[in-house]
């Protein structure tokens, strides 16, 4: 169970590109998403916390006008990563959890999307 | 000070031994933590979670949570190449709102 599908895996495009990355919660209904960056050899970057239905929530210093997050369904966050250029490459990482609030519920991983901006 | 804090490592155990990590918190009101364990190129994926003071075990994993301290351990019992990977430690924060990761310690299984 608490799986959770990441699309697309790989993505290369040309720098000024829009590029949108889904997360997908498969069997259960994730109340709250999470967007993680990381780059080589350093530590997950929370980017941004999103609720079904409301606004994401942007850590300090990432602009939420060039990543975009829709959290329209309780399975469903979509990250835009709008006029991309090449020091946006990074690994991104989407995140879901069940049922916020309760304790011992732990966050499930997608496999990440390896985003390069030539 | 980092909310949750692991050293980096790396740490080098031989191949059948226990390999053990350590992690700090600082929110004293966090309720629950979590190993993960990435390998390289790859996102993390969950091994165990405990709320609960003392020891949890799973299968060669053993996990151990000492609120008074603020102390959470990962033991991993007959080691094995495949475990080499960085270790992620995580609290679920007072506010329950989200995770908090220490910066993780890249463990390595020398056969």
């Known amino acids: 169970g608490a799986v959770v599908s990441q699309h697309p895996s790989r993505v290369i495009c040309k720098s000024g590109t829009s590029v949108k990355i889904e997360c997908r919660s498969l069997?259960?209904?994730?109340?709250?998403m999470f967007w993680y960056r990381q780059f080589p050899k350093q530590s997950l970057m929370l980017m941004a916390t999103?609720?079904?239905?409301?606004?994401?929530?942007?850590e300090q210093g990432v602009e939420k006008d060039k990543f975009l997050i829709n959290h329209a369904s309780l399975t469903l966050s979509t990250l835009t990563v709008t006029s991309a250029h090449p020091e946006d490459s990074s690994f991104y990482i989407c995140?879901?959890?069940?049922?916020?609030?309760?304790?011992?519920?732990?966050?499930?991983f997608g496999d990440g999307t390896r985003l390069s901006i030539l | 000070q980092k909310e949750v804090e692991q050293n980096s490592g790396p740490l080098s155990v031989p191949e059948g031994a226990i390999a053990s990590l350590n992690c700090t918190y600082s929110?004293?009101?966090?309720?629950?933590f979590f190993w993960y364990r990435q390998y390289s190129g790859k996102s993390p994926e969950l091994i165990m979670f405990i709320y609960s003071n003392g020891d949890k075990e799973d299968g060669r994993f053993t996990a151990q949570l000492n609120k008074a301290s603020q102390y959470v351990s990962l033991l991993i019992r007959d080691s094995q190449p495949s475990d080499s990977a960085t270790y992620l430690c995580?609290?679920?924060?007072?506010?329950?709102?989200?995770?908090?990761f220490g910066s993780g310690t890249r463990l390595s299984i020398r056969p």
């Open positions: 929110d004293r009101g966090s309720q629950s």
């Open positions: 999103s609720n079904e239905g409301s606004k994401a929530t942007y």
């Open positions: 995580a609290a679920m924060g007072s506010s329950a709102s989200k995770i908090i």
């Open positions: 069997d259960f209904q994730a109340t709250t």
């Open positions: 995140s879901a959890r069940a049922m916020a609030g309760q304790v011992g519920q732990p966050q499930h």
